[in-house]
T-cell receptor, first 116, second 109 residues
Framework: DSGVTQTPKHLITATGQRVTLRCSPR?????VYWYQQSLDQGLQFLIQ???????AKGNILERFSAQQFPDLHSELNLSSLELGDSALYFC???????????????FGAGSRLTVL | KNEVEQSPQNLTAQEGEFITINCSYS?????LHWLQQHPGGGIVSLFM???GKKKHGRLIATINIQEKHSSLHITASHPRDSAVYIC???????????FGTGTRLQVFP
């Protein structure tokens, strides 16, 4: 157990639907990162939050949104789902964040989303 | 051209062999990560490097900042080392992680 908890582990839904993925970071970690891993794209950075504030944005679609709550857990909301959104979604956490920081990342086990 | 290139893409080895996986990058970085992804999908962070060399058990990671190159070595490889090994660099400018496409390693008994 890495200390980063992601739920649900597996999710099957239909096109057009909306889902929410949840991540609880490792105790003491303030930063949460979301990544998408699809078969054809590899791992892609989506978004980062640090202590409740959005810190950096990657290749995140407008149909996707995220937030980090006061208790530091984070949710990734995926709406108007398309077949191509089927992927593994990973959350990772780290203690600090900053342009010059080199942060040790701890990954969750991932949420596997299948859109039919 | 990808900003992070790994080689080889696929690697097979016999148990006991010495393994080297290479990673080259083209951006300025503040750190480089080596990750291991098991067949079940879980990702484990193996190393984070900003200079020099790190060792953990049978794993050794090196980085040459001037040459923008890192290597991951596995000594006395074992079938349980079979996994995808991913190199990721943290861009110095954007603080974002950029991932290589991974190296799939299979170690046979």
């Amino acid at each position: 157990d890495s200390g980063v908890t992601q739920t649900p582990k597996h999710l099957i839904t239909a096109t057009g639907q909306r889902v929410t993925l949840r991540c609880s970071p490792r105790s003491g970690d303030l930063s949460v990162y979301w990544y998408q891993q699809s078969l054809d794209q590899g791992l892609q950075f989506l978004i980062q939050y640090y202590n409740g504030e959005e810190r950096a944005k990657g290749n995140i679609l407008e149909r996707f949104s995220a937030q980090q709550f006061p208790d530091l857990h984070s949710e990734l909301n995926l709406s108007s789902l398309e077949l191509g959104d089927s992927a593994l979604y990973f959350c990772a956490s780290s203690v600090v964040a900053g342009p010059s920081g080199a942060n040790v990342l701890t990954f969750g086990a991932g949420s596997r989303l299948t859109v039919l | 051209k990808n900003e992070v290139e790994q080689s080889p893409q696929n690697l097979t080895a016999q148990e006991g062999e010495f393994i080297t996986i290479n990673c080259s990058y083209s951006v300025g970085i503040s750190a480089l990560h080596w990750l291991q992804q098991h067949p079940g999908g879980g990702i484990v962070s193996l190393f984070m490097l900003s200079s020099g060399k790190k060792k953990h058990g049978r794993l050794i990671a090196t980085i040459n900042i001037q040459e923008k190159h890192s290597s991951l070595h596995i000594t006395a490889s074992h079938p349980r080392d079979s996994a995808v090994y991913i190199c990721a660099v943290r861009s110095h400018n954007t603080d974002k992680l950029i991932f290589g496409t991974g190296t799939r390693l299979q170690v046979f008994p």
